[in-house]
């Protein structure tokens, strides 16, 4: 099994700042199946990159991923006031068992 | 609109059953591989298990904390997804979410054929299910 750990547990930042979150893999990723989910609280996740940098249907462009092999980054290039939620990064593919990573809080500072 | 909305939930004694559904709609349900997500509380995000299309013959694939407790299953002429859970423990306390994996498709040789993306792009807003005495 693929274990996803995220760095750092929170981050703190203000509005405009530029947000980096680390993913790194315990073993390589095929295919880049690497993707990034957004949770706010008592919502559900919402897709925001798939394929280690593709961007889901509808989500900004301030939101970019990037990485390959077993190291993965989100980054929010100027945050906003919606952006401050949890993140999380997951592997997935033709088989499992598919892993989430701890998550991200991205707070206000 | 593409929509899953999941239902079933609620509070069960240790040992118990508890069947949960998901009813999916704005979209081919039955092209898809489906998936169920569960969050306890405070926690991050579980996989479960997943379960393949009639094209790949419905097979299913599951979290090891679950194997053996769990079952998926699916009916198409219903647009629905289930989840069946025996021998319920406190530890399956969660929020409990049905997923869609995206299919695109591709023409070749006169024909479309699927293509699976893997990622789930579309999520249900969630069922509580609470394994307490």
């Known amino acids: 099994e693929i274990v996803l750990t995220q760095s750092p547990g929170t981050l703190s930042l203000s509005p405009g700042e530029r947000a980096t979150l680390s993913c790194r893999a315990s073993?390589?990723?095929?295919?880049?199946?690497l993707a990034w989910y957004q949770q706010k609280p008592g919502q559900a996740p919402r897709l925001l990159i798939y394929?280690?940098?593709s961007r889901a249907t509808g989500i900004p462009d301030r939101f970019s991923g990037s990485g390959s092999g077993t190291d993965f980054t989100l980054t929010i290039s100027r945050l906003e006031p919606e952006d401050f939620a949890v993140y999380y990064c997951?592997?997935?593919?033709?088989?499992?068992?598919?892993?989430f990573g701890q998550g991200t809080k991205l707070e206000i500072k | 609109e593409v929509q899953l909305v999941e239902s079933g939930g609620g509070l069960v004694q240790p040992g118990g059953s508890l069947r949960l559904s998901c009813a999916a709609s704005?979209?081919?349900?039955?092209?898809?591989?489906m998936d169920w997500v569960r969050q306890a509380p405070g926690k991050g995000l579980e996989w479960v298990g997943r379960?393949?299309?009639?094209?790949?013959?419905?097979?299913?694939e599951y979290a090891a904390s679950v194997k053996g407790r769990f079952t998926i299953s699916r009916d198409d002429s219903k647009n629905s997804l289930y989840l069946q859970m025996n021998s319920l423990k406190t530890e399956d306390t969660a929020v409990y979410y049905c997923?869609?994996?995206?299919?695109?498709?591709?023409?070749?040789?006169?024909?479309?054929?699927?293509?699976?993306?893997?990622?789930?792009?579309?999520w249900g807003k969630g069922t509580t299910v609470t394994v307490s005495s």
């Open positions: 379960t393949r299309n009639k094209a790949n013959s419905y097979t299913t």
């Open positions: 997951q592997q997935y593919g033709s088989s499992p068992p598919f892993t």
């Open positions: 394929g280690a940098s």
């Open positions: 997923a869609r994996e995206r299919v695109g498709y591709y023409y070749g040789s006169g024909s479309y054929y699927p293509y699976y993306y893997y990622y789930m792009d579309v």
């Open positions: 704005g979209f081919t349900f039955s092209d898809h591989y």
């Open positions: 073993q390589s990723v095929s295919s880049s199946y």
